[in-house]
């Protein structure tokens, strides 16, 4: 029962992770150098990656394998995420060099934060237990609220730490709430079976109904408040209420990171947990998903239209694009583990990592576009199109992705993700999903207009970009065009992962 | 072939925006790439087979494979003269753009970028490549009429994208329902396969498919009462826009309805036939008699376009008749209205906007003896008028008589009622020459100069396929013969099911 | 009469709403953290009843029990710090006066 060798590399990456933001944090106390704190951190990331990688080579050679008594799970699934979040990691530290200016003298503790977060956020994707969920699960949240929280000379900041550490709290004692009604139905915390034999939650209800008061209604609440408690870190109408305000006060780095990796993880698991978990049940957990898809995604996309702060519409755009991807966990929880094939969950997957690079593009751009001023009103961004060339094309190209319009990622996931519905029977969330799609051209090609067609009020000088964030933006502007046109690589990938679910 | 038609203009759009020169070095690029390119659309056109396969040129390749999507071009005969028009008339809309000043490398970038996705839509066989063209080409819209436009700018190309947008969400589900209704392995977005598929049984009532198409593309041809988007658009688009719209987008839509409604869903349309045969009438004459009361050039050519757009609706309604007479006429006209009318109102807009670039006014009261001024570009408005009110030997003649006796056996009184319409064309027409070309010459417009040599190249582009195909309609109609036989055959096909399911 | 698991069930449901009531009705910040602290102590009462009377024969709900706890710790320390500031910036703690932003 001990801890081998061998659970300590399969934990590598996040180890890794874990350490390189120690050493980040204590570079501090050596060096304020800025430059320093980067490179430390991004061979933190490398390792990451290298690790993540070999094991990756060791799932396809030897097949999934446990770690720890059976509490985490390496497969292609979770190191599918891992690779998003350590991605995106990488590029939110990149681009934030020159923005991590302003956290003076506390930069290293910024970037170390964001590493122990991302550490997090790995092991939820590889959490086999409910415990474990929950524990990284705060683990990535914690250094958030102090993220948000970041800036002290101003009150939004705190507003939005105070908020997203509130709600989160809530959300959590929600989700817990909910583990332990499945505790109590099945006996068990275990998500993923493992070398143990342990019996899971699927195999412990497949087994019949429960010895305990209220039987199969406790599966149903303890259902019903985990989806609560995941419906605050997914942005899920009717619990986003916390995003917009968030991603307005946070600094633009933390809203960046925390709409695509946290969100990606988020999931990620529960995609696992309610395939592998409770996949089995008879509950048509498909309907309830695709209703709060369509909420979700209506919402989002309606208020949107009436927002006048870039991030805080971006905010709303974060929850209507979380409507997007639940279409997808309908279409996988339609099916019943049985018959699915893994191309709800590919396409899952696959628009996670479109998402997080148009998200990442629209916030890089939106980091150098106010970096001087600090305006984030959508009327500041006029004439950018002269005055920031590329932050302005970064933000268009990101913007019409997240529209759909083609040749972009985000047309292509949305087909993916629409294709799985259809597959699945949900022809009228299809309807949904591609309608919104138009009520979000709206507002996004209103933001290009105003770029593009509109003179500056009054300071027309140029926006210059430093080179971190101008590499950044490159970077995400040609993920979302190559992966627009050359789709099957990138879904090869997500189908490989989403089998190691499945099998 | 065809990807060197496509993707010609969309080279040609780089090198516009690239090549950093005097504004005349741009313009010379533009017309080199669009003169190529009819060289290869006529060549094209004279290689093509009328007696050969019925898909000629076609290139496959795979692109997404894990979706069966494929990089699959082609053309048959309806196909063939749509590309040979947008060949055409891309080249009357450079011409016509010669004195645009304001961002000459942007714009023609845009407008080459216009003609190339409008290529593609006629060219791609392949349900994705075809919706990814549909919408790529909205983006090239949006900004052409944004930036270049006048008038209420914003709100038209606002309107113009958010109804087509919304019209091609519909499509997008129809195309999915369409890949899912069939077994894993038989599934595809192969045009020239589904065309022979049994497209009766569908995962949803095939009547929902087909009114998802509808929709998309009544949007676009349009129909009453989604064509509220076109005036606007129109008025307030620059000149080559309007060419451009007018002449080849709103064929997409009436490309879309001969190649898919009538096509792959023969018995829907028979049994939509009747409402088609009303909105024909009503498209007909509610244009005519709101372009009566115009008061803007612009605006009444836009109406004079609705108007003639219904002569298509009506072609399409011919299926109604039943097999036993159905022989394709009225449909053959119903795509030579397509062509002739991309011709003609392409002609009448080339005019309209030389008479405002002299006259920076496009109000018919203000107007009055211009012939006087600008004798030839009376000329070119007498050439267009008398062919839209289908005056023989011109194009105009053939398409509109074509339909009528066409559609007459099915729908007598509608065919009548359309042809008042003509009648009514005959009026607005030669009392808007009257009002504007003729009367005495007036003072003010005294120091107006008449067409340059571009100006004529401009309208020469477009009168000479006006009577070519007048005089010797054969050219046109053998290869839309060519193209609409398959699609008769597919009714008698559907007939004898039926016949056989009877007995 | 002998308790039963049904019992701490109701108990722990109703110190959960009363939790959830305190959270949507206090103002101040403090006072929210403390009924957040409620409802994890409901869950608490729940796991470790659920492990004591079903037979499940593993004592997992005890110690989930004890994680629970803390990372509770945890993340009212954090909360605290993040409060502190609060109070230095506005100088009181009341969430309806902390939003600025809306829309």
Redesign the interface.
Known sequence: MGITARDLFLIAPELALTVGATVVVLSGLVSRQRQLTLVLALLGLAVTFAFAIALWDNVHANGAQSAFNDSLIVDKFALYIKFLVAGTAALVLIASSEYAERFRPYGSEFTGLVLFSAAGLMLLAAAADLITIYVSLELATLPVVALAAFVRTRIAPIEAGVKYLLLSAVSSAFLLYGFAFLYGASGTMQVVGGSSGAPTIAQALGEGSPDVPFGGLAIMAGAILATAGFGFKLSMVPFQMWTPDVYEGAPTPVGAFLATASKAAAFAVVLRLFYEALGGSSADWSTLFAALAAITMTIGNLVAIVQSNVKRLLGYSAIAHAGYLLIGVAAVTAHGQETQDAAGISSVLFYLAGYAAMTLAAFFAVIVLTQRSGDERIEAMAGMGKRAPLAALALAVALLGLTGIPPTVGFMGKLFLFNAAVNSGLVWLAVVGAVNSVVSAYYYVGIIRTMYLREPAGDASPVAAAFSGRLTLWITVAAILVLGFWPGGLLEVARTAASGLVS | MLTAITFVPMIGAALALAVRGSARTTRLIALTTVLAELGLTISMYVIFNAQGDTYQFVQRAP?????GIEFLMGVDGLSAPLVLLNGILGVAAVLVSWRVETRVREYFMWLLLLQGAVMGVFASLDM?LF??FW??E??PM??LI??WGTGRK?YS??KF??FT??GS??M??AI??L??SFPAGERTFDMTALIHKDLTNL??PSSLVFSGFLVAFAVKLPIVPLHTWLPDAHTDAPTAVSVMLAGVLLKMGGYGLLRINAGMFPDELAAAAPLLAVLAVVNVLYGAFIVMRQTDLKRLVAYSSVSHMGFVVLGLASVGAGTAQLDGTGLNGAAMQLFTHGTITGLLFVVVGLVYDRAHTRHIADMGGLSGRMPLIAVGFMIAGLASLGLPTTSGFVAEIMVFLGTFPAYGLATALSAFGVVLAAGYILWTAQRTMFGPPLERWAHLEDATRVDVAAMGVLIVPIFVFGVYPALLTDVFDAGIAPIIASFAEGASLVAGQGG | MTLQLLHFQILSAAIFCIGLYGVLARRSAVLVLMSIELMLNAVNLQLVAFGAYSGFGTSTGQVIAVFVITIAAAEVGLALAIVMRLFRSRGGVNLDEIDVMRG
Not at chain 2, 63 to 67: G, M, N, R
């Open positions: 692109w997404v494979s894990a979706f994705i919706f990814i919408e790529l909205l983006v949006f900004f944004s930036i914003d190309a606002m994208l958010l947008f919304l969400a519909f997008f589900a999915l329902a890949y899912f995962i949803v």
